[in-house]
């Protein structure tokens, strides 16, 4: 009996190393309930005692080493086939991708937010109020009457006699002082209206964003600080700013803000015209006009306001000469940013 | 305001300090120079040379050869000119190589027909001279200099005719007017650079002839709140002439134009003191009398420019004792205007209101240098010292003899302001410490006397009224670049967005994500527009808030609705061919109220537009995310086929639950397409933002995931066209009941063998109960009843 093990070990074997050999059929026929293999099991009851354990064990011995190359055979062929298939996916990387349709959201938009986002992060939130406005709030409660020359800055569309549109931002700031008191920390983005003629830097029409605080004890140090931190997170690390005394009636001491050329650090390059520095903002402490205006006692509290042209900092920042491609929306354009 | 920086010297010291140097500290002490002009720089090589001998060319009927005596520069050189005022004696300004010219003129050797000439004499335009500048000269040839410069023979040409100079181009912003002059720009350099004002006090002499100026001219104010003050003075023995050509240089290099002495004059006061001056013929007054009062409705006026007006009870007139004879602050009257012929004049040096003057210029249509300074407000306290001035420029010009006495009416001289001086205040609320001593300086500097723990503001400063005002002041001076930042030390303040700017943020984020790129486009719009969108002629959205003083008709109302402006920019895109776009835009609509003074309703609307590779189901696939992403769970899509912007066969109105109309969407009307050029299909939607937005449901809640598998049963019914799908799985969700968990579509098939009018839908119902297995029998239950329902209410059989 031991020989028959030993021949079929070597036959199963030598069938399992075949090329393109059946594997399931192998593993019935010997190993199978009629399989060669058993069928030398089933005639062991015919052995003497002492050779029934001997060949007990051979016959275990050759049934793993069967199973064992049926395994390795089969774990073979899984990986040629696994290989074959491998090879025939292979695609053509360099062809272009077919992407999904992706929208592109304005770049006004995304400057605006960018805006809003570094002020969110210093405790502004967002205030808003009517573009069709009060003369009142636009101009008299700033510190504006009638007939004041300061009207000539900003040509203004009029809707009636005492109705307008805001030519900028600030009556955001006496609607909310009016209903709030202090402590004050807004930004007002918005459109804002002037009645210029539209060409390449004038837009009748723009967006503006402000802010305002008021709180006991704020200091004109504290709005050079609030916009050093917006200059830097802005245009980067290393971004200065300058105040330049100015006149707005609605803040005193009021300042135009420049901020160091972001391209060229300060040394003068073509973007800031040479000059070494871009100038973005107007400043200053609220006028205690204003706030007394407001109801807010400005012996106990003081303020400070900016406001700054988002088309402005979008054009700078892109590098957009031509303030109507803005409103052209040519899907060119859009898809750039 | 341009500044002769020569003038300037008059008044302070600027040695030492290049035009750079001075126009950067100027602009960082507040007075912001816009630029400089270096006068004379153009020109080189020019002097005064005198001709000694002419000849006329051989060759040439019109061209002189002249010889001529340069002085040091040389005697004897020959230029050919082709000018025929030039005579043997005359003094003329020749250009000798290599001399340069205005305009980048290069003058060199050249040879005319053949004979040498060394230069070229020079016209008083080829020097950018005007005959107002040089007057009694001629403009058309040589300028010959007068007899006084034989002596100057060699001397350039620039010095000669005081030509050098700095013009500082400053602008100065409207709480300022005392910078709108010599000395108030003197006194700003002074403090910019620690220097000395010196500015002397006028000093007249008078004919002391037993003559007084109230044998004149009486004054009376009759509208005393729109003029503060009116002072005059005569003037007899008048000589109009040109004025010398130091004040002329000085009024050119101001940017004013020279006219004869005594308009110089008044030109030369205002520009130095700041204070507008008037000067009347006296011959032309009528009843030797001025009384300051408002014009009558209807007055008719004619300014010096002869141009006719007509007045009305706003507006303040200089007037005699018959008629008005100037615009109060505005312009003087031809009716008096100072001729060659004029013998005795008036000098008017005033101040008015100056709302007053704003308005009378504005609605007259002529804003002058004198009303420019009016309006903003100006000192009564000015108006002596502008007036001696010019008595004295008359004396010192020799253009008349000042009567003695002044006319000075002035009802309700000006109080003078006083200010706490706080420095340790000034010092906290700028975040700074400037010393007391520097604030002190300062103010005293700007003409402030601070004595006792007070600042007497001087007269000139209105702007000045506040603790403010004066931290200001003692920061500029310091420097804006000593503010040391410092970060809040105030409350915390909870910063961000509220719900709605939220929703606003995450549907534009949403829409970016689904392949619609965000537009901005102008509030205002063309009626016309409405008519481009097929908006009805009753439509009560026509109603705008209209602007009264639009830009264009293209921009002349307010938008009731974005459709319009989705619409041209989806033009605009066709036009330049790019294909496939999808656009939206959330914008504010503007809904007027009853009356125009009242502030209309302003809304947001969510408009989307698509043309190219996309259809009807695209876009409401759109507004379903756009639903979806807003929590609002049950909206109804019903066919509309009544908007004349839309294709009545492919649009629908959305309504929420209660019925609330939440948008319109469907592709346009053909006609409406064809209003923008479009011959391809083109799909919009718009949305009212504001309701979605007070719709939507944002707060999010769990549901359990299901624990139980579903069972799917497939239904396929071949129904009448007209029968909507929208109906078909209504019926079937209300009839499964609890258990439908979805019906969905999964084809629609239409072919000949179903029947003209027909269409076949299948449909798949998934069954599932979230405590259980469904059994067979459930299902198949549930799918009896769905078929039941079926029959009954829509009469439709299971397809065979």
Known sequence: ?337 | MNLSRNWLSDFVNTDGIDNQEYSDRLTITGSKVEGFEVLGSEIENVVVAKVTAMEKHPDSDHLWICQLDAGARGNNIQIVTGAQNVFVGALVPAALPVAKLPGGVIIKDGKLRGVESHGMLCSMGELQLTAHDMPGKEENGILILDGDCENRLGEDICDVLMLRDTSVEFEITSNRPDCLSVIGLARETAVSFDRELTVKEPVVKGCSDGDSVNKYLSVSISAPDLCYRYAARVVKNVKIAPSPLWLRMRLRASGVRPINNIVDITNYVMLEYGQPMHAFDYSCLDGAQIEVRRAQNGERFQSLDDIEHTLDESMLVIADGKKACALAGVMGGANSEITDATATVVFESACFNGASVRVTAKKNGMRTESSARFEKGLDPENCMAGLQRACELVELLGAGDVVDGIIDVYPTPATQTVLPFTPDRYNEFLGMSIPVEHMLNTLTKLGCRVEDGKIYVPSFRADLGCMNDIAEEVCRIYGYDQIESSSMNAETTLGGRNAKQLFEVNTEGALVGMGYSQIQTYSFISPKYYDKIRMSADDAKRRSVVISNPLGEDTSVMRTTALPSMMEVLARNNNFNNENVRLFEIASIYLPKESKNELPDERRVLTLGAYGDTDFYALKGVCENLLHLAGIQKATYTACTDNASYHPGRCAVITAEDGTLLGVFGQAHPLMAQNYGFSAPVFVAELDFDTVFAKANTEKVYAPLPKYPATTRDFSFVCPEELEVGTLMSVMEKAGGKLVEGVALFDIYRGPQLGEGKKSVSLRVTLRASDRTLTVEEADKASKKILNDLKFKLGLELRA
């Not at chain 1, 003629?197 to 704020?218: C, R």
Request: glycine fraction near 8%.
């Open chain 1, 1 to 337: 009996m031991k020989e028959k093990l030993t021949s079929i070990r070597q036959e199963a074997l030598a069938l399992i190393a075949q090329d393109g050999a059946d594997l399931e059929q192998i593993k019935i026929k010997y190993l199978g309930k009629k399989g060669e293999l058993t069928a030398v099991l089933r005639g062991m009851g015919a052995l003497s005692a002492e050779e029934r354990p001997v060949v007990g064990q051979l016959a275990n011995e050759v049934r793993a080493d069967i199973e064992a190359a049926l395994g390795e055979k089969a774990q073979q062929l899984r990986a040629s086939a696994l290989e074959a298939q491998l090879k025939a996916e292979k695609l053509d990387v360099t062809m272009p991708g077919s992407s999904p349709a992706v929208g592109h959201l304005h770049p006004l938009t995304q400057v605006q937010r960018e805006l809003e986002d570094i002020f969110i992060g210093m405790g502004f939130s967002i205030a808003e109020g009517p573009e069709v406005e009060l003369d009142y709030y636009n101009f008299q409660a700033l510190n504006i009457p009638e007939n004041h020359p300061a009207r000539d800055t900003q040509d203004t569309f009029y809707i009636a006699e005492n109705v307008l549109l805001r030519s900028q931002t600030s009556p955001v700031q006496v609607r909310t002082m009016e209903h709030q008191k202090p402590p004050i920390r807004i930004i007002s983005p918005g459109r804002v209206y002037r009645s210029d003629a539209l060409d390449a830097t004038h837009s009748p029409l723009f967006h503006q964003l402000e802010g305002l605080v008021v709180d006991k004890g704020i200091t004109m140090g504290d709005l050079k600080g609030t916009l050093e931190i917006f200059a830097k997170k802005m245009f980067g690390e290393s971004t200065r700013i300058r105040f330049r005394p100015h006149h707005f009636p609605f803040t005193e001491p009021s300042a135009e803000v420049d901020v160091s050329c972001y391209v060229c650090g300060g040394k003068g390059c073509r973007l800031c015209k040479g000059e070494g520095w871009i100038e973005i903002l107007g400043a200053g402490m609220v006028h205690p006009f204003v706030l007394s205006n407001c109801g807010i006692d400005p012996e106990e509290y003081s303020g400070f306001a900016f406001g700054l042209g988002v088309e402005r900092i979008a054009m700078k920042k892109y590098g957009i000469d031509d303030i109507r491609l803005f409103y052209e929306n040519d899907e060119r354009f859009l898809e750039q940013f």
